[in-house]
């Protein structure tokens, strides 16, 4: 019974303690217009987008690590500039990442990443006024930096998020796709390749013009349902997959199993009356 109980231990002892983080489960993608027509007294619009996000993430953070989020900030330049000119004067960048290491795509310089609460936290709290860029919408460039900052990603996520918070009013030649009458008329290389990667793309609204919102904004959701408002309330973990339950790894299970049972073993042996013992008479 001694080596049963000995081997069980050795077992468990033996066994790696687990990783700190789960494997990311769903990789989020904020892309927060901070363009010209955001633009407003107070700058309430680009707060109530920050705000949207935090609690975004309020609701929706696990403590495993297994939801992973990261935060694109773009506007745009003039006809006569670059996406890597426009990208060098901080007006096309991914400011977030989705986990260390990260890498803005655009520029190549490094950003932060840490999935912990409190950097999370930190970070968007630490937005302002002083984050708004201000200038033109390319929409359709920052849905391609969103869409290589996945495929550049150090996770291996089963699930991928884009929500693009914007006010509507893209500018022309930028857009990712145009509609009209209800039927698509142009679709950009770049949300054909969302789509055909299967990337879950929702567009959050601020008050848009009802033409931008009918020609360029529905038609860019995977959903009916994910074309949502700043105001509205939504349970954000409706929209994400439910959290994947990890089974505990057979190794250990069959340690603690072992353990059970040599402990209820010793107890029982312990517990049962012994017999008396008798000399030898002659």
Do not use: C
């Amino acid at each position: 019974m001694k080596k049963i109980l000995a081997a069980a231990v050795t077992a468990v002892l033996a066994w790696p303690a687990p990783a700190q983080a789960a494997p990311v489960q769903n990789e989020i993608l904020f892309l927060m217009d901070s363009s010209g027509s955001m633009f407003d007294t107070g700058y309430a619009k680009w707060q109530s987008s920050i705000d949207w996000v935090r609690n975004f993430v309020d609701q929706t953070h696990r403590a495993d690590g297994s939801n992973a989020y990261g935060i694109i900030n773009f506007s745009g330049g003039s006809a006569s500039q670059s996406v890597a000119q426009v990208a060098a004067a901080n007006r096309m960048n991914l400011v977030y990442g989705t986990g260390t290491p990260s890498t803005d795509f655009y520029t190549g310089n490094p950003v932060p990443g840490a999935q912990d609460k409190a950097s999370l936290d930190a970070f968007i709290g630490g937005m302002g006024p002083a984050d708004f860029r201000g200038g033109f919408t390319w929409t359709d460039e920052a849905l391609t930096l969103a869409y290589n900052t996945f495929q550049t990603s150090p996770n291996i996520s089963t699930n991928r998020f884009i929500f693009l918070l914007t006010d509507g009013s893209i500018t022309s030649g930028h857009y990712p796709v145009i509609a009209s009458g209800g039927a698509t008329i142009f679709e950009s290389d770049t949300l054909q390749a969302i789509r055909s990667d299967d990337i879950s793309l929702s567009v959050v609204t601020f008050d848009p013009l009802i033409t931008d919102l009918q020609d360029y904004l529905a038609p860019l959701v995977s959903a009916p349902g994910l074309l949502l408002s700043v105001n509205d309330l939504v349970d954000f973990n409706e929209i994400l997959p439910p959290a994947a339950v990890t089974a505990m790894p057979a190794p250990v299970t069959v340690a603690f199993l072992a353990l059970g049972v040599a402990f209820f073993a010793v107890r029982n042996r312990k517990s049962a009356p012994r017999a008396r013992r008798h000399k030898n008479v002659i």
